[in-house]
């Protein structure tokens, strides 16, 4: 059994429109590249995930699939899968953006949309990251 | 490759001269929770009394396990659990009772597995069935459906009447059940939230015809809402392939389309000279969309 704490670190939203695949894919990616997520760190298994959120099996395994194939996570035999080695926080900060980036684009749209001004949106932004951070 | 568990090809039903279904073939592979959504009258439960044999096709094949749907050998018939809109449990039985005569009835139950769910489920045992309210009548004839561990569970409404509490508590059951693979749930509901989390395969019927069968993860892939800011006025009716739904005002226009991929979005935007977001959207806005 994976540790309570790293069975919860996902936040899976079912009713979000984004198939939970890619939403759990998007956090592992964000986790390791942030350092959040080491390597080493023993992944909950499929049935683990899928039971804790009531969601699934078929959709955790794609994601599992994928990120495997992208080789930021392994897979043992026997044994949980594991963040693979040196991706951690090795991200700079280039590469960390672009993940980042697909969101920022609809942000930047909805704001123009809005007319709202850029330094208005980044005041905005920061006070609801100093928010998150607390 | 998986033997398809079901498989309906050209499936038709009708009764007098109207038309219940028409031309549905799908198939449905062992371990896939397969959710089926909507309208009120739009054909699931005949669809799913085809399925099981209950009542005969007037066009078109249905399979279950390989035979023929309608003449299904008691073998198969024991590898399938099936629990009704309409419960058919006995009145003047306690769920005790109830439990037991159905036990008897298969060659293999699964006792413990009844009592931890009637556990969990809180169904009352003791109580004459005549007594109990709708969701625990909804609970216990899930129960009769499970015991004897079918490979193919087939439920019509199945959380109607249960409270949210329950209903996850059910959904969980059905991931478990799910979990290694070899055996299957279809359901049919109107409770589309449910479907998100759970469903792996989706079925949308539309006046007796699918209107989309496949992965949920395509569905939400590949219907989407794109909210388009040009450079200049668009036309008035934007030239979209798949489009369910637009409406356009000046340089801003909104639309909803399906067969939606990435690399339709570059082209799109030098077409119209604007800058596109693509959002997902719930799949209540997509069966709504699906219907307009």
Redesign the interface.
Known sequence: MASPSILRIFTLQ?????????QLIHQVRRMVASGQLTPGTELPS??EV??EY??????IS?AYGLLENEGLVQRNRGKPMTISPGRHGSASLAQRLKQIEPQV??LV??A??LELKAADLCEFIEKKMEKARD | MTEPLVSTRGLGKTIGRKVILRDIALEVTPGSIVGIIGKNGAGKTTLLEILLGFSPASSGSAQLFGHDSFALPATIKGRIGFVPQQDELINLLTGQQQLALVAALHGHWNAALIERLRKTWEVPMDRIIQNLSGGERQKLSTLTALGHEPELLVLDEPVASLDPISRRRFLREMIEITAERTRTVLFSTHIISDLERVADQIWILRDGAIAWAGPLDSLQESVVRLSVNARRSLPSVLPLAGCLSQRVAGERASAVVTQWTGQRLAQLQETLDAEIAVEPLGLEDIFVELHS
């Open positions: 079912p009713n979000l429109g984004v198939p939970i695949y890619l499929v049935r899928a039971t009531t969601v699934n099996p078929t959709t794609k684009e609809a749209l909805a123009r949309q």
